[in-house]
């Protein structure tokens, strides 16, 4: 029941072929720090490969053929391709779907505070996160500033290696008694992750201004982004780890990046989306969703209406719509839930079940089910199905294996799965395993990447 060690199978032209992928994935990670940021670079890919906006196609009463390509933007933040293959729709689509939006820590609405001459953001984190490891490290702030005009202002700062960077202090071994002996989801609380962002006072006649320092700070904001402390209340602002992605390993085997949860499974779909220049049978779908890290909810979760919405669209531009054609087409899919997997890790060994986790190095990963507490929360796949999937993964050479999230009992964690399979689809999650998963800093296998690929488009144009 062993699986392969991927690297073992591959001949010059795959070691090749995974470099390449793993270069541009990189650079992918580089311009996707956010789930915004993810969709506009996303965007910018397909139309190079031939994707128009379906809104304008709609909005000119324009019908779609088979070969046709078209993107689907929510709100900038949730984004689905379709690729209109040969057979009816109703025959079913095969879907890949990935989240976009990864463990951070935002601004509050009213985040700007001055205290013992130094200027703050206050924040309030998003997702699972341990927050004692996003202290003492360089941060980056990345988001919209959206002002009452209407107008909306990027902001990346700390990317650059001529930008400044911002952070969050840790306490100094000398004096953290009390702290190194608290549990350890209270070493740093959440309250404490405020980021520092000044220290220089402005210029003042009036020497006891509470504020100087932080009024010196908004005068910069203010000449560089021309925004006001008042359009903080209506902003998205995500404080990430700042720096660049990376090769990782003295072989360099491995790539260290931010936001691997779960942006490798979105790049690997791209990725083997992009790579299909013949008409399908069976229409593609490629759907890159927000909001998964806190439940997929909101209008650009998984559990919104768009995407159901965007496939009523798409059988009223390729033939005539009807809710019954909807249901059918929805019920007769097959979708991959394209979600990292916890990878077993030595030093922690004692949380995993060795016959059932998924290796560094040892292919895509299917989880026939995933939840906590007796699959609690899960998708658990039909057997049917994964019987199918192991016969497509063979006949396309695919190195895979299965896992589930560590032992039983364990903890847990759940995908988008469950609310696609709602529609009576068969889903079950695939991904690529992850070390130090939601810390800052997060490892993979370009091994792993490259089977993704492989097996994302053996789905797409096979299933
Ligand atoms: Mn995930
Ligand atoms: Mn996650």
Redesign the pocket.
């Known amino acids: 029941m062993e699986r392969n060690v991927a690297w073992t199978t591959y001949t010059d032209k795959d070691l090749k072929k995974l470099e390449t992928i793993s270069k541009n994935y990189i650079k992918f990670l580089d311009s996707g720090k956010t789930e915004r940021e993810c969709v506009t670079e996303a965007i910018r890919l397909s139309e190079k490969h031939g994707y128009r906006d379906f809104a304008e196609v709609i909005a000119e009463g324009g019908k779609l053929k088979a070969g046709d390509c078209v993107y689907s933007n929510c709100m900038g933040k949730a984004i689905m391709f379709f690729k209109v293959g040969r057979q009816p729709i109703e025959k079913g689509m095969n879907i890949v779907g990935a989240h976009i939006d990864s463990?951070r820590i935002d601004l509050k609405q009213n985040p700007m505070y001055e205290e013992a001459g130094l200027a703050y953001l206050d924040t309030h984190y998003y997702?699972?996160i341990k927050k004692y490891q996003w202290v003492a490290m360089p941060l980056a702030m990345h988001g919209v500033v959206a002002k009452k005009d209407g107008t909306l202002v990027n902001i990346v700062i700390g990317e650059d290696p001529k930008d400044p960077v911002i952070g969050i202090s840790d306490l100094l071994p000398h004096l953290a008694a009390d702290q190194m002996g608290k549990k350890g989801s209270l070493i740093i609380e959440g309250e404490a992750l405020d980021v520092i962002i000044g220290s220089k006072p402005a210029k003042t006649d009036d020497d006891k201004d509470k504020d100087a320092v932080k009024n010196a700070v908004l005068a910069i904001l203010k000449e560089k982004y021309d925004i006001e402390e008042e359009d903080f209340l209506s902003a998205e602002i995500e404080i990430v780890p700042a720096g660049g992605a990376r090769e990782f390993g003295l072989d360099r085997s491995m790539i260290i990046g931010y936001g691997h949860?779960?942006r490798v499974c979105a790049y690997a779909q791209l990725e083997a989306l992009f790579d299909i220049s013949d008409i399908p049978e069976y229409t593609i779908c490629c759907i890159l969703a927000d909001k998964?890290?806190i439940g997929s909810v909101g209008a650009t979760g998984m559990s919104a209406k768009y995407f159901e919405n965007a496939v009523a669209e798409l059988i009223n531009a390729t033939g005539d719509y009807c809710d019954l054609k909807l249901r059918r087409t929805l019920a007769a899919s097959r979708m991959l839930s394209c979600d990292v997997s916890a990878g077993f890790d030595p030093l922690f060994a004692g949380v995993f079940e060795r016959k059932n986790s998924a290796y560094l190095g040892r292919g895509v990963c299917f989880n026939k089910y995933t939840g906590r507490g007796g699959k609690g929360g899960s998708n658990d796949a039909n057997a049917e199905y994964m019987g199918a999937l192991r016969k497509l993964m063979e006949d396309a050479k695919v190195n895979f294996q299965t896992a589930e999230l560590g032992k039983v009992d364990q903890g847990g964690g759940g995908t988008i799965a469950y609310i696609c399979a709602a529609y009576g689809m068969n889903v079950i999650d695939s991904g690529v395993a992850v070390l130090s998963?939601?810390a800052p800093w997060e490892i993979i296998s370009k091994a792993d990447l490259y089977e993704a690929v492989k097996a994302y488009r053996a789905f797409l144009v096979n299933a």
């Open positions: 463990p997702g699972g949860d779960d998964e890290e998963m939601h």
